[in-house]
């Protein structure tokens, strides 16, 4: 395990790597900053991350805060459900103010709301303005995702708009290790019961991943039933060692009963279908090349009637890095994006986005990594937006790392506040959101296995959208978020015992949310096969635009026990002191689940 990013040393070799190291012998020589890196901590930062630039890159040449989350290491503490997972992330509050499990999501980064951050799912971006990422994170399990990447701070210049709080990077399974059939099973308390059916495997040239899964509960509370059938699918071919053909498919049918003034019943149908080809054109020259296919149908049928949203999207990208010598690279791409949507009040809406952006990244020194990033693209009815982003990251000392970063985002009015809704008018003359926000942070490694990290941000949206009361305005002035996130983890006794915590501190955010906000974890494992360990997560007072809620404190146990190569018995409790909480209040309270008790079994055939 890497301390300095939570994730499992995934090195990545090649000339591009190799070449930052000349770079550094060559001018390293003759001036140094912080003096020598050490082999041995070089080699810590060789994890891979993927968002910050879209394409694969060392750890150590990231200028931007981004959080890698290990999709097993959340399942082995029984961590199934992706938008708790994300509590893990310092900066990122995921919660539902609608409900338990199955409702509409919201996740809070840096201070900003769902509709301020962009979720990129197999290079895809599935959410904006209109389509937010809270319909994905009301269902959303790790099970048949394969990486986990938040990248936060304003993230426009890579990745367009709606990255105002940051970007959520997800990839679908890969085959990993051996090949070979897995069942996951997990019931318990509330009527829950989950499952999931893998098989990876790999032939020749062809690599695989499939899975099944099914997801129920009646919630702890007698007004919210969910469930839902899923799968995902991907396909690699490895034509040779610089070509790679590839596919991906997702898709989902959830369904969710709740009662707000009266019955009302949540259908979402949603599928993702990509195909790509990552290419090295020539030494120093990498490539990726994605077509996909995104459908969202939502409907919703209460007391008041049917309302039901349509959104079909399809992106044609491509993004390259190229060396030009040891110390510069460019970083460049472009996108092709069509977006039709409406609605059964009328709306029909089809829009096209295209742009490019080009980068430099220049290292001066082995020590130091600095990037700049400008991105222009015709966003539909809202002209031409230009976005940028200048980042640095410096080793000053052998276990001493400085990043710090500043970039422009924006934010687009949606559909519904252009147009209305059957609650209200709209209002076409709505402009787009801009912003400006910057971040610097620390990481210090401790004692090797231990690593302390802590940012501080801040953001200023400028012509924020307020959406109600109807018709919606554009805000005068700047609406500013800041804060500071902290991050603590690491292992002793050779990884018997693991710790994680992430903080959260808000000066200032939208919509009121918690000043501080928590989540940690401690386990051991005192054999090879058994693993035994506690959480907790705290949230302070809040409102988020409702009435105030109380803060609180849920605590957690977890462990599982490993019988045999080929089955592992798990359990977990969660809310283990059966805390009364709530979710929200806007009109009636949401509670938020009470003690729930969870077993299960996983088998690998």
């Known amino acids: ?30 001036f140094t900053l912080g003096g020598i890196i050490h082999a041995e901590v070089e080699s810590e930062l060789d994890a891979l991350i993927v968002s910050a630039m879209r394409m694969p890159g060392q750890a150590s040449e990231a200028t931007s805060a981004v ?109 990993q290790d051996a090949p070979g059939t897995r069942l996951r099973i997990e019931g318990g308390s509330f009527d829950s019961i989950n499952g999931f059916l893998s098989n990876s495997g790999q032939k020749g040239k062809l690599s695989w991943f499939a899975g099944l899964g099914y997801d129920g509960t009646h919630n702890d509370d007698i007004r919210q039933d969910f469930d839902q059938s899923r799968g995902a699918l991907r396909f690699e071919w490895a034509q040779n060692e610089n070509l790679t053909f590839g596919m991906t498919f997702r898709a989902s049918d959830s369904r969710f009963e709740y009662q707000n003034f009266g019955t009302n019943i949540d259908h979402l149908d949603a599928a993702l279908a990509t195909i790509y080809a990552d290419a090295r054109i020539r030494e120093g020259w990498d490539a990726r090349f994605t077509l996909g296919h995104y459908r969202e149908n939502y409907d919703n049928d209460s007391s008041f009637g049917n309302f039901g949203t349509d959104l079909d999207r399809t992106v044609l990208s491509t993004d390259h890095t190229i060396e030009l010598n040891p110390c510069h690279s460019i970083l460049a791409g472009a996108f092709f994006e069509r977006s039709d949507f409406s609605n059964t009040i009328g709306s029909n809406v089809d829009q096209d986005r295209y742009g490019i952006h080009l980068g430099w990244q220049w290292t001066p020194i082995e020590s130091v990594v600095t990037d700049a990033v400008v991105r222009w693209e015709d966003y539909a009815d809202f002209d031409d937006q230009v976005t940028w982003r200048i980042g640095a990251s410096w080793q000053a000392f052998e276990s001493t790392r400085f990043r710090s970063g ?91 015992w693991n710790y994680r915590l992430a903080w959260t501190w808000l000066g200032e955010s939208l919509q009121d949310q918690p000043e501080n906000a928590a989540t940690a974890s401690l386990d051991w494992s005192p054999t090879e096969k058994l693993l035994i360990g506690v959480g907790a997560t705290y949230l302070d007072e809040r409102s988020y635009g409702g009435a105030p809620l109380d803060d609180f404190l849920l ?51």
């Not at 003359?429 to 801009?434: G, Q, R």
């Not at 004692?447 to 012509?463: G, K, L, Q």
């Not at 798990?570 to 805390?579: M, Y």
Request: aromatic share 8%; hydrophobic share 35%.
């Open 1 to 30: 395990m890497d301390p300095r990013t939570n994730v499992p040393n995934n090195k990545t070799s090649g000339p591009r790597t190799n070449a930052r190291q000349r770079c550094g012998l060559i001018i390293g020589s003759a």
């Open 67 to 175: 959080t890698v989350l290990d999709p097993q290491d959340l399942e082995n503490r029984g961590i199934l459900d992706l938008r708790q997972a994300l509590n893990e992330v310092p900066g990122v509050i995921s919660t539902s103010t609608a409900g338990q499990t199955g409702a509409v999501g919201s996740v809070f980064i840096r201070g900003t709301t769902t509709s301020y951050s962009q979720l990129a799912v197999d290079g895809i971006r599935l959410s904006d303005s209109t389509a937010p990422l809270g319909n994905f994170f009301a269902s959303a399990r790790i099970e048949d995702i394969g990486r986990i990447e938040v990248l936060r701070g304003p993230q426009a210049a890579i990745h367009g708009g709606e990255a105002v709080g940051g970007v959520i990077w997800l990839e679908t399974a890969r085959y």
């Open 406 to 496: 500043i970039g422009k985002a924006f934010r687009t009015p949606t559909f519904l506040d252009l147009f209305g809704t059957a609650f209200g008018a709209g209002n076409p003359n709505l402009v787009a959101e801009t912003s400006i926000g910057w971040d610097f942070g620390v990481e210090q490694v401790v004692a090797e296995n231990h690593m302390v990290s802590v940012t501080w941000f801040a953001n200023s949206i400028e012509d924020r959208v307020q959406s109600f009361p109807t018709p919606p305005v554009n805000l005068p002035g700047d609406t500013p978020t800041r804060g500071l996130e902290t991050a603590v983890n690491g292992s002793w006794c050779d990884n018997r």
């Open 555 to 605: 605590l957690r146990i977890y462990g599982s026990y490993q019988v045999n190569e080929h089955l592992k018995l798990h359990a977990r409790v969660e809310n283990l002191a059966n805390t009364d909480y709530e979710l929200s209040r806007f009109g009636s309270p949401i509670p938020g689940a009470g003690f729930g008790i969870f077993t299960g079994v996983t088998a690998v055939f």
